[in-house]
Structures are given as structure tokens and as C-alpha cells.
């Protein structure tokens, strides 16, 4: 159990364009979803945490209007990379907490390539 | 202000010989700590949190409150031990639930 997914594992997109990924929880509910960026050979970065119904909490330094991210019910977050650029280019992680006992499970990944 | 510190990226063993995988923390109150693992092309995974005091894999990591360290260590390092290893803390779970803080993590190699 405690199964959780990304879609899309990879993406190329344009600079400029938007790009949308999605996390879901697929054999629990989770309380909280987490965002993570993780550069090549460095460790993840807490981007943000949601709360399903409710405002992300963005770390700091995270433009909150580029990541755009919706916790819509207990086992989808979306995150929303708008006008993307090439520095954008990442792998992107989430994570969600079983509530129960605050352990997270992670995602495997999504690789994001603007050109 | 909370920081996780793995002084070492890189840390190479051969079978069988002891490994300890150092991380070192500061936090002003009571965190709880992790380590996870992240074997190659996998997702990372939890391997063991202070607070559960149990043994995973071979692998136990006890919390040093006055060092502020909570090394990992396993007695005789095998081969599918190989993968990146991450320390992370989080505050105590009652006041902001699990938001995770990661060392930078340590690359473990062990060699036939």
C-alpha cells in the first residue's frame, strides 16, 4: 500500500509555455501533499505544502505565482509551472502524508525540460 | 533555523566492512529524524525514523541529542546497499505535521 504517482514522468515544453503535473495518492488519502525540486546530483527542496481545500504554504524564495499548485481533493495535487523557462528545468517530486502516522511517500518524479 | 548536514557526498566501502553514514542537524527543540534511501532509478523510501528505534536492512541510526547527530551505521555493508542516502528532519509531528528538511545526501558505494 501507500502508492503514490506522477503524471507526466517527463516533459519538454517550450519556453513560455505552461506545464501541469500531477500527484496522486492512489491507495490512501492524504492529509497533506508536498512539492520538492531536486537538481541534478543535489539534494530535494521543499517547494511547498497543501492542504487539500485549501492555499498552498510556499517556502521561501518560491515565486508562488510561477508554481501554481491545487490540492482539489485528498489524492490529487496539481502543480502548475507557468511561463516556463529554461531555468525551470528540473526534476519535480511530491510526496503525501498518511495522517496517521506523518510518514510521507514519495513520487517517482517528474522531469521537466524547457527549451 | 533548521539544517541537516551530511558531511559526506561520497563514501565507498567494501563488502562486508562496516559503513556509518554521518548527518548532523540544528533545530531548537525536539525534530524528528529520518533517514531515507533512494536505490538507483527508484523512488526515494523511507528506511528508518529515530522515534520507531527499529532496525531496517541492518541498518540502525541512534539520536545523539547532545552531538546533535543521528548517524546511520550498519555492521557489514553488502552490495544492494549501494544508493544515495538521505538524513532529514522534521519539526515534531503535533506542531506543523511531517514538512521535511534534507541533508544533502551521501552516495553510498560498496564494492565487491
Known amino acids: 500500500g501507500a502508492v503514490v504517482s506522477q503524471h507526466p514522468s517527463w516533459v519538454i515544453c517550450k519556453s513560455g509555455t505552461s506545464v501541469k503535473i500531477e500527484c496522486r495518492s492512489l491507495?490512501?488519502?492524504?492529509?497533506?501533499m508536498f512539492w520538492y525540486r531536486q537538481f541534478p546530483k543535489q539534494s530535494l527542496m521543499l517547494m511547498a505544502t497543501s492542504n487539500e481545500g485549501s492555499k498552498a504554504t510556499y517556502e521561501q524564495g518560491v515565486e508562488k505565482d510561477k508554481f501554481l499548485i491545487n490540492h482539489a481533493s485528498l489524492t490529487l495535487s496539481t502543480l502548475t509551472v507557468t511561463s516556463a523557462h529554461p531555468e525551470d528545468s528540473s526534476f519535480y517530486i511530491c510526496s503525501c502524508d498518511r495522517s496517521y502516522n506523518y510518514e510521507q511517500y514519495f513520487g517517482p518524479g517528474t522531469r521537466l525540460t524547457v527549451t | 533555523a533548521q539544517r541537516v548536514t551530511q558531511p559526506e557526498k561520497l563514501l565507498s566501502v567494501f563488502k562486508g566492512a562496516p559503513v556509518e553514514l554521518k548527518c548532523n542537524y540544528s533545530y531548537s527543540g525536539s525534530p524528528e529524524l529520518f533517514w531515507y534511501v533512494q536505490y538507483s532509478r527508484q523512488r526515494l523510501q523511507l528506511l528508518l525514523r529515530h522515534i520507531s528505534r527499529e532496525s531496517i536492512k541492518g541498518f540502525t541510526a541512534d539520536l545523539n541529542k547532545g552531538e546533535t547527530s543521528f548517524h546511520l551505521k550498519k555492521p557489514f555493508a553488502q552490495e544492494e546497499d549501494s544508493a544515495m542516502y538521505y538524513c532529514?528532519?522534521?519539526?515534531?509531528?503535533?506542531?506543523?505535521?511531517?514538512?521535511?528538511?534534507f541533508g544533502e545526501g551521501t552516495q553510498l558505494t560498496v564494492n565487491p
Open positions: 491507495d490512501f488519502q492524504a492529509t497533506t
Open positions: 532529514a528532519l522534521s519539526p515534531p509531528r503535533e506542531t506543523s505535521g511531517s514538512r521535511l528538511t
